[in-house]
């Protein structure tokens, strides 16, 4: 699935937009794999709003353009050479797939995602993801700013112990080294960062239905989200 810029959420261009479910949440809550199940079980595209975060950050640490260079990233972000095929994301045709999932990347992405120019050029990238059947796009703005009318926006949330320790085996099977607690304060501040920040922190549309996964398996979330789809679907 590549993106396409598309002019933002609603009626575009005289017609009914694709319908959206956005799931947002903090760091390993599982909202990924979450998505990318509702979107299998739907049949519908799903976006990886975080990827895009995460190739920026990497493309900029192989450039050495600096995290603070906020004209040099927004410029990146908006030439970014990105390109997903089926499961894979591209970097310049190379699979970064397992590039991007490092620690020190996941900081340096939270990093630029507090740049205003950055977040524009990838909301542009983010809006083209919007097509028929239907979208379900995860990450920390999608029902609150990137989908405001989207059709069910879910916030998922787990207590930061349950999370870090998800993230550590996601790690670990990955083949990557991994240290709890420096995981867990990683974590931490990586939350703090998301929700503190000016522009598009992390937070709960009013609307959203709220997901504590502490206590309940993939499964379970997945169909807490689906029965609530259809619910309103008829
Ligand atoms: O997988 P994890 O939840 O750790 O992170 P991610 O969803 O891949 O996102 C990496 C970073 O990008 C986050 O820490 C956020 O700072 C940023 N991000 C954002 O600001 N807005 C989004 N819609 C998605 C990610």
Redesign the pocket.
Known sequence: MTGSAAAGAGIRNGAAAAPVIAI??????G??EIARRVAQLLGWHYL???????VT?LAALRAGIALDDEGGLAALARELPVSFAGERILLGGQDVGDH??RQEV?SA???I??IGAV?EA?GVL?RGFRRWPGLVA?????GTV?FPDADLKVFLTASVDCRARR?HKQLIEKGFSANLPSLLQE?CE?DA??TN?AL?P?RSAQEALVVDSTQMTIEEVLERIVQEHRRRNG
């Open positions: 947002d949440g903090p760091t390993a809550s909202k990924g990886d709003s975080g990827a895009l975060y995460r950050a991007i999932r996941g992405a939270s990093q995602a507090t977040r990838l983010q995860d990450g920390r703005d999608m990137v993230r974590l990586r960062r998301d920040r598009a992390l």
